[in-house]
């Protein structure tokens, strides 16, 4: 995990707990609707972040040899066969 994902699910922990305490605590009444806009933009942000990361993930990326060029595609044609080659046993 890259050190925005562990800042972003800590500060949704902060959130939650923020409504969670207000649920069991009777608190909610006293929320203004500025806390209430903030909890929901946050967590909405969230989700487009975990969204956005889940998308860019799935993506195969092929290897780069710096300065080699043209291994790139040989090393990518090498994991292919290696690929096939493992998926029949």
Known sequence: TSS???TVI???KI???????AL?????????WQMVVGCTI??????????ARLATSSKV???VVKGMPQLSSSL???KQGLMKGTSGQ
């Open 24 to 32: 069991l605590l009777g608190e909610s009444k006293i929320w203004s």
């Open 42 to 51: 946050a967590i909405l942000g969230f989700c487009f972040y975990s969204h």
């Open 10 to 12: 800590g500060e949704m």
């Open 76 to 78: 990518n044609d090498m």
């Open 4 to 6: 925005v994902t562990t």
């Open 61 to 63: 990326q092929q290897p």
């Open 15 to 21: 959130v939650f707990i923020l409504l969670l305490s």
